[in-house]
């Protein structure tokens, strides 16, 4: 267990339709970043928050939204789905904002059918 | 822009033999260079990092990788490998004067044979 909670562990969807991604980092730890992994795009960085604040965006599409709350879990939004959005959805943290290592989640297995 | 290239997909290998698993990468700046190990069904793991001093990184398992600035490299070494090292490893880069993100190599498939 490396401490980052991620939940769903699956969700399967139908295109069009909306979902919400949840993650809660390690004890301590304040930035929370996410991460998507697909067969033909790799691991792509989505967007960064720290202690509740966007803190860097990667290629997240404009479908996307991310936020952090004040107990500092984080949630990310994908709506109007398609089929190409099916891949796995990491969130990782790290305590500081300079990114020296995170720790990674198990993963969202997002499936779009 | 930084970038990460990982030359080799899948590398098998005996069990007992010694590995290496190339990762080039380019960058404008000075970087911090990280490996990260993937079990199947797993998240990611990290495995060992450069951020500054030696060169020669070690990670508990066995492992090391060399920072070779001129070659823009940091290949990752084992020198008798398990069948439980079979996994995904994945090189990846943060700029050191913003090191938010990660760029991330394709990855490389270890696969340890008996």
């Known amino acids: 267990d490396s401490g980052v909670t991620q939940t769903p562990k699956h969700l399967i969807t139908a295109t069009g339709q909306r979902v919400t991604l949840r993650c809660s980092p390690r004890?301590?730890?304040?930035?929370v970043y996410w991460y998507q992994q697909s067969l033909d795009q790799g691991l792509q960085f989505l967007i960064q928050y720290y202690n509740g604040e966007e803190r860097a965006k990667g290629n997240i599409l404009e479908r996307f939204s991310a936020q952090q709350f004040p107990d500092l879990h984080s949630e990310l939004n994908l709506s109007s789905l398609e089929l190409g959005d099916s891949a796995l959805y990491f969130c990782?943290?790290?305590?500081?904002?300079?990114?020296?290592?995170?720790?990674f989640g198990s993963g969202t297995r997002l499936t779009v059918v | 822009a930084q970038s990460v290239t990982q030359l080799d997909s899948q590398v098998p290998v005996f069990e007992e033999a010694p590995v290496e698993l190339r990762c080039n990468y380019s960058s404008s700046v000075s970087v911090y260079l990280f490996w990260y190990v993937q079990y199947p069904n797993q998240g990611l793991q990290l495995l060992l990092k450069y951020l500054s001093g030696s060169t020669l990184v070690k990670s508990i398992n066995g492992f090391e990788a060399e920072f070779n600035k001129s070659q823009t490299s940091f290949h990752l070494r084992k020198p008798s490998v398990h069948i439980s090292d079979t996994a995904e490893y994945f090189c990846?880069?943060?700029?050191?004067?913003?090191?938010?993100?990660?760029?991330f190599g394709g990855g490389t498939r270890l696969m340890v044979k008996p």
């Open positions: 990846a880069v943060s700029e050191n004067n913003a090191g938010n993100m990660l760029t």
């Open positions: 004890s301590g730890d304040l930035s």
């Open positions: 990782a943290s790290s305590v500081d904002n300079r990114g020296y290592g995170y720790t």
